[in-house]
């Protein structure tokens, strides 16, 4: 009965998918085939993924959304890192995509610019439109130190007075300067220059002076109220490069010499910075007669006659001295008179005549001056000090050495002197010395294998991934896939394939052994035997089979053997 109910059960039961698959030997192995080819192709695809790349870093909220809606415009996949802290793609994509995103205008670095007077509300205040202008000043400002190279981010304070009508209450601009400067870059004194007049250039009446410029880490980078006056950057790098310059010369004379290494030069210039301006006026006495410039001259002339043979003249004790010794003028005196020759005794018979005569010349001349206007910039030598030192000339192949002559020495001597512009007046000094240089033994360099040379290392790194996933998915395919699908489909494994030999002596057994089941039929107690060990395979297949319909479907089951107990009873 119990028979008859598992063959009913057995006979009305739907074909499941085991039983499909079963039917159908090659779909298991067209699965298996696919879910292979499959993981390889995801631990290719896993192996191939791209390396990812910071794009931009401390981004503010603003930038990051705007940033990120791009991207996805662009199909360019992003991820985040640090959390949330840098959004990164695709190492080969970030040229582009920061090129698509500077075209944007992205990122803003969140400051704003004069962009923000754009949407001026009606009835502003003139504190807010100051505010405002101020801000978009400092935007403006920060962007463009933004664009140097060694500058992550900048912020610009500027502190603005309110103008006013009297001078002495009147303030000056001040403005300061926080720069965040990239990571391992640094910033030179130029470059601080630089900022700071393009800074005082953009805001009126605004004092290079006036502007304090600080890093991320707290250093004062401008030099405006550090106190040191009088110490300039550029004059130290002036210096340095008259010193080197003069070194090379020196060297690059005596290296066909000597030999390549064989020299050393040392420079020490003494530059004199100061600017003199020099103004000299010179006087100098009148020349000659014929070559003197007369600037004016004026004369006067007086005669006064009279009748009789009287003497004329001022009454009194004057008139009774001589007159004084003429001075012949350095020009021509005009031709005398009458009256004038009668006064001085020229006349045969003064009694003719009686009258004075008065004439007087003033000549003025031009003063001979001169003027000269000089002006001496700074960066002159004022003094040199050259010290060099030459090694000793080297004897053979066999490594002696041996001192230069004098001639030879006088000879490098000579030749410095030329190549410095040597200059006793001014205090130049020279000193040539001829000694031997020690030698370093400098360690061989170390060739390293094959096997360990970095480049080939990280391809056989590169190969042995590669490798390892091939080995790992053969590995389960034969020990976990293959195997799981042959005990849930039932598949036996296809004989052994044997030699000609082996099938033949296969095929003499089993012909001798039907020879000898011919040969000798079976007793009844066998054939009683045979049949019992048939009676229990089928039954341990009929309670396997009762177990796993119990197994996988209970409710089934459970309905059956109420069936059976409600007939029993």
Known sequence: MTGDSEQGLGANKPASLIDQLRANPRLPLMLAASAAIAAIAALTLWTRAPDY????????????????????????????????????????????????????????????????????????SQFAEQVNYQRALEGELARSINSISAVESARVHLALPKPSLFVRDQK???????????????????QINAIVHLISSSVPELSAKSITVVDQAGNLLSAANSGTR????????????????????????????????????????????????????????????????????????????????????????????????????????????????AAAGQLKNPTDLSGSVRKDTTI????????????????????????????????????????????????INNLVKEAMGYNAERGDSLNVVNSQFLVTKTEPEIVLPIWRQPVNVAMAMDAGKYLLIGLLGLYLWFAALRPLLRLHLGITPAPAKT???????????????????????????????????????????????????????????????????????
């Open 230 to 341: 009088g110490l300039d950057v550029s004059q130290l790098k002036y210096a340095q490069q008259i010193e080197q310059g003069y070194m090379q010369r020196i060297e690059a004379i005596l290296a066909p010499i000597v030999g390549a290494g064989n020299v050393h030069a040392q420079v020490t210039a003494s530059i004199d910075f100061a600017v003199v301006e020099n103004t000299d006026e010179k006087y100098r006495p009148n020349q000659d007669a014929g070559t003197s410039a007369i600037r004016s001259q004026q004369s006067t002339e007086s005669t006064q006659q009279g009748a009789g043979g009287g003497i004329g003249g001022v009454p009194g004790a004057l008139t009774n001295q001589p007159g004084a010794t003429p001075v012949a003028p350095i020009v021509a005196a005009p031709p005398l008179s009458a009256a004038s020759a």
């Open 499 to 569: 030699t000609k030999k082996g099938a033949a002596k296969a095929a003499a057994e089993a012909k001798a052994n039907a020879l000898t089941a011919q040969a000798a039929p079976l007793t009844p107690e066998q054939l009683a035997a045979e049949a019992r060990k048939r009676d229990e395979a089928r039954e341990m297949e009929n309670t396997k089979y009762a177990q796993d319909i119990a197994v996988k479907e209970p409710m089934m089951v459970a309905m059956l053997i109420k069936g059976w107990m409600e007939k029993n009873e």
């Open 53 to 124: 790349g910071v794009l931009y870093s401390n981004l503010s909220n603003r930038d990051g959304g705007e940033i990120i809606a791009s991207l996805q415009q662009m199909n360019i996949p992003y991820k985040f890192a640090n959390g949330g802290g840098a959004l990164m793609v695709a190492a080969d994509k970030i040229p582009e995509a920061r090129l698509k995103l500077a075209a944007q205008g992205l990122p803003k670095g969140g400051s704003v610019g004069f962009e923000l007077m754009d949407n001026q509300k009606f009835g502003t």
């Open 172 to 190: 000056s601009p001040s403005a300061s300067v926080i720069l965040t400067l990239q990571r391992g870059r640094s910033i030179d004194e130029g």
């Open 364 to 411: 003025n001349y031009e003063v001979d001056r001169s003027i000269r206007h000089s002006t001496q910039s700074g960066g002159g030598i004022k003094r040199l000090s050259v010290a060099v030192v030459v090694n000793y000339r080297g004897i053979g192949n066999a490594g002696k050495t041996a001192a230069l002559s004098d001639i030879e020495l006088e000879q």
